[in-house]
């Protein structure tokens, strides 16, 4: 994993509080947190724990992954990265139906990635056989008459 960058993820909180035009009193006091450590985390002098990320994110109605990938506690998922932001960042679901379905997406991501493989294993000739018998001896054509 990743060492988290505070500064990067302090200056992504601050956006998103900014987007959602909360002040930086109210989003510490919907998060638990005290309005001087959240100044702190925005300006990336704090390094929060998961937990306090999973409050903040909550208050901000973001999904709490989306700041754990940010914070470097979390891989990427596999995909496409604006497909699993649209979803993470969709307020119309709550934060169980964003998590079903990055689920959902990374399955089927995993089941399309897994196909091509064996379809380019299965289609791609091996020049070491191709056209030969298990002697060696070259396959007899069939005749078309």
């Not at 500064?7 to 909180?13: N, V």
């Amino acid at each position: 994993m990743a060492t988290i960058d505070v500064r990067t993820l302090g200056e992504y909180i601050r956006e998103q509080r900014e987007s959602a035009e909360v002040s930086l009193r109210q989003l510490a006091k919907n998060a638990g947190v005290s309005n001087p450590y959240l100044s702190q985390v925005e300006r990336g002098l704090k390094k929060p724990s998961a937990e306090i990320l999973g409050q903040i994110a909550s208050a901000l109605r973001i999904s709490a992954e989306t700041l754990y990938v940010r914070a470097g506690l979390l891989e990427p998922r596999a995909g496409n990265a604006v497909v699993t932001e649209a979803i993470a960042a969709d307020e119309s679901l709550t934060e169980r139906q964003r998590q079903v379905l990055l689920e959902i997406y990374a399955a089927f991501h995993s089941e399309n990635s897994a196909q091509d493989t064996a379809t380019e294993e299965s289609t791609t000739p091996d020049p070491t056989t191709a056209g030969t018998t298990s002697a060696g001896a070259s396959t007899p054509k069939k005749d078309q008459s």
